[in-house]
């Protein structure tokens, strides 16, 4: 009896945590900063950046993400966006070094994990493409959409030889 009641109550713990971990806030905007970051305050800017990539229009999307940053450098989902935009505007390489700073300051910043990930893709570098996935099946506790976004682009890429890519938008 007393076994039945201890597997009673663990069950019921796990099935706790487990509503709580996706009762949790799905991160920063700015495809999905680390869990419990903290919200900055919105920049105006940052945004009409947000709905200009809403909209598609990358091209007027960075130089309002580039005075966001320059106005607060410690702003890892601005630098995610920006490299974003950048790369859907059809530069994935200089994307690259933007979204190193993203994930410089935020390592656990599963958007920017995602995103560089599909830059390394468009670059042919399926290497440290699987480096980004790895990162994110360790932050994933459960698989989030962006171990499965990359997971699939990667899995494309492969399977077509390297000829399916994540598209830039121009």
């Known amino acids: 009896m007393r076994t039945?009641?201890?597997?009673a109550i663990g069950t019921g713990l796990g099935v706790l945590l487990l509503l709580a971990a996706f009762?949790?806030?799905a991160g920063?905007?700015?495809?999905?900063?680390?869990?419990?970051?903290?919200r900055k305050p919105e920049d105006p800017d940052y945004i009409a950046a947000e709905k200009a990539i809403d909209r598609g229009n990358f091209a007027a999307a960075i130089p309002l993400l580039e005075a966001v940053v320059a106005r607060d450098?410690?702003?890892?989902d601005a630098y995610n966006y920006l490299a974003y935009a950048v790369r859907k505007n059809g530069d994935p390489a200089r994307a690259i070094p933007i979204y190193k700073k993203a994930l410089a300051i935020d390592p656990r910043h599963r958007g920017a994990h995602e995103y560089i990930g599909e830059a390394y893709l468009a670059l042919d570098d399926v290497a440290?493409?699987?480096?980004?996935?790895?990162?994110?099946?360790?932050?994933?506790?459960?698989?989030?959409?962006?171990?499965?976004d990359l997971k699939k682009a990667v899995e494309a890429y492969e399977k077509s030889g390297g000829k399916a890519k994540p598209q830039a938008s121009r």
Do not use: M, V, W
């Open 4 to 7: 039945n009641r201890r597997i």
């Open 128 to 148: 440290n493409a699987r480096l980004h996935l790895a990162a994110l099946d360790k932050l994933c506790f459960f698989p989030c959409s962006q171990y499965r």
């Open 28 to 38: 920063a905007a700015g495809g999905g900063g680390s869990e419990g970051s903290p």
């Open 23 to 25: 009762a949790a806030p």
């Open 73 to 76: 450098d410690t702003n890892a």
